[in-house]
């Protein structure tokens, strides 16, 4: 079927930036708003705890209550070994502050209840992030793409106001609120945005318009982490804001994107609004003539009929999209545990033991980051000139390569006997693990939400990338329940277990992921398997029959 010249109209760019900025952008913004501020809100929470127990500040203590309270922590484990000291004298010739300063360090490195309260906080997004992949399909299907993400704009509202008032209220409870809101948000703003941007895309640079979606993901990330630093918000007074911060692209989003149009696929197909449909892609493609777009609509509008609305149950039990649910499946699943998130911990590792001073350490975490974001704009034009397949393979073998390279160096630096070459090893592991960065953000970052989007048809979509993100979330709830396990009993070889997962994905995509570049929807389904045999052949002489007599 030929397709007219794609036109980037300003209805579709508009339509795009709307997208990605109020949900993409939000989704990369909390996986790393947590991390540069962590050090001082961990703080905050030791300063709550000692507040409800009634110690904090020291100087509302009565002289004797501050004298037990004092030879109590002198002498008993959370304050020995202290940088303030450990005896009584020592502490006699302090101030208060540097006291409260001192006990407050301690606390953060010494009692487990504050590891744990962070580890819930950090982890209930991911949690609520679950819950809202697997409700996403319910909510593209029920409510529309663009009504979807609009209505989820109020728990991103709710969970800035939850963000903000932490300190005022003297509760960390609240942000624990606010991680679980704005994990619900991101689980169904990943899969609405996915589908909206593919459906409104031109065939022809529909890899190019899907990348736009993990390439603001990576801008969210960049801006996360420099909202996050202790020059900028990243302070004991300041770090509310980060927080705070979520409200203003989806107040943005709120604000633009009611003058988008809504998915013209889903106005036809879903609801029958043809009329709808054809104005709504005449304003994305900016010419008149849409009409086989909207007989391919129609062609697909009419085999759906007669199939009932798809659940997750229906699209597990249905043996002619077991193959694709699959592929969607382990795409995600390689993609979490491909090691993005081992290469991130290890950074500062890495970096400490090249000599890189600690308070410059975060903005060489954020120089990674841009790293990352300027690989996703490089991948964006290369999405349509080289395809899918070679953009993972290919990149993918890069990152295997670069982890064996990490193995290497980073147990060569705990041989004590080449000490004085473990600045060069560190810096020969860095660079490794930004040639692995690079490899991510040009295949396997972007991919994933691209392939699930492409390789179903309209009915089954909504319910594949439900499913399929659900399989992304528990993986990354999964590797940040045993990571840290890992690191303890692995040592320098954390990273064989991803390079095993690395090949195998390769593998698999070698032998079942087909090229979905410039294919139709019909197409991409028949090619992986979707009626083969006499039934497939049937299928397509059908469909290129009814589309003949279309056009006829």
Excluded at 226 to 244: D, N, Q
Excluded at 414 to 437: C, K, P, R, W
Excluded at 531 to 539: D, I, S, T, V
Aim: hydrophobic share 50%; aromatic share 10%.
């Amino acid at each position: 079927m030929a397709e007219q010249e794609p036109k980037m109209t300003p209805c579709l760019l508009m339509s795009i930036f709307f997208t990605v900025f109020g949900n993409s952008f939000l989704y990369g913004y909390n996986i790393g708003d947590v991390n540069n501020p962590a050090p001082v809100i961990r703080e905050f929470y030791a300063r709550i705890l000692l507040v409800r127990k009634g110690y904090f500040p020291l100087s509302e203590l009565s002289p004797n209550e501050s004298a037990v309270f004092l030879a109590n922590l002198a002498t008993g484990p959370s304050y020995s070994n202290s940088t303030a000291g450990s005896s009584m004298p020592s502490l006699a010739n302090m101030s208060f502050e540097q006291i409260e300063i001192g006990i407050i360090k301690k606390m953060v490195e010494n009692e487990p209840v504050i590891e744990i309260l962070w580890s819930v906080t950090v982890a209930i997004f991911v949690l609520f992030g679950m819950i809202g992949a697997f409700v996403s399909g319910s909510v593209a299907d029920h409510f529309g793409r663009k009504k979807g993400m609009l209505m989820i704009t109020v728990l991103m509202f709710l969970a800035a106001l939850f963000g903000g008032i932490p300190i005022v209220t003297g509760s960390f409870e609240m942000l624990i609120v606010h991680r679980a809101l704005v994990g619900l948000h991101c689980g169904i703003n990943v899969s609405l945005a996915a589908m909206y941007l593919a459906e409104i895309s031109p065939r022809s640079i529909r890899g190019a318009v899907g990348t736009c979606h993990q390439l603001f993901i990576t801008v969210g990330i960049l801006w996360s982490n420099l909202m996050g630093v202790s020059k900028l918000c990243g302070t004991a007074e300041l770090w509310p804001i980060v927080f705070v911060f979520n409200a203003i692209p989806a107040a943005i989003c709120l604000i633009g994107l009611p003058f988008c149009p809504e998915s013209p696929r889903f106005m036809l197909i879903k609801q029958g609004k043809e009329q709808e449909a054809r104005d709504a892609l005449r304003k994305l493609r900016g010419y008149s003539d849409v009409e086989e777009e909207i007989d391919e609509m129609k062609v697909e509008a009419r085999k759906s009929q007669s199939v009932e609305s798809f659940s997750i149950k229906r699209l597990l039990t249905t043996p002619d999209l077991r193959v694709p649910v699959i592929m969607a499946c382990v795409l995600q699943i390689s993609q979490q545990w491909s090691g993005i998130n081992a290469v991130m911990s290890f950074s500062s590792f890495m970096y400490k033991n090249a000599g890189v001073p600690a308070n410059v350490v975060e903005w060489v975490v954020c120089g990674t980051s841009t790293i990352n974001v300027l690989t996703t704009i490089i991948a964006v034009p290369l999405m349509e000139k080289l395809g899918r397949r070679p953009l993972m393979i290919y990149p993918m073998m890069g990152m295997a390569v670069s982890f064996i390279i990490l193995t290497i160096f980073h147990n060569l630096q705990y041989d004590d006997s080449l000490s004085e070459n473990h600045q060069t090893f560190a810096y020969v592991g860095i660079a490794a693990m930004h040639t692995y960065v690079i490899g991510f953000a040009l295949g396997l970052g972007p991919i994933p939400f691209l392939i699930v989007s492409e390789i179903f048809r309209q009915e089954p979509r909504a319910a594949a990338m439900s499913i399929s993100l659900a399989f992304n979330w528990v993986c990354n709830f999964t590797l940040m329940l045993v990571f840290r396990f890992m690191q303890d009993t692995m040592k320098g070889y954390v990273y064989l277990p991803f390079i095993v997962v690395l090949v195998l994905a390769i593998t698999f995509i070698i032998i079942m992921v087909p090229e979905t570049k410039n294919k139709t929807f019909d197409e991409i389904s028949v090619q992986i398997g979707l009626g083969r045999g006499k039934k497939g052949l049937a299928y397509e002489q059908d469909e290129g029959q009814e589309l003949n007599s279309m056009k006829t």
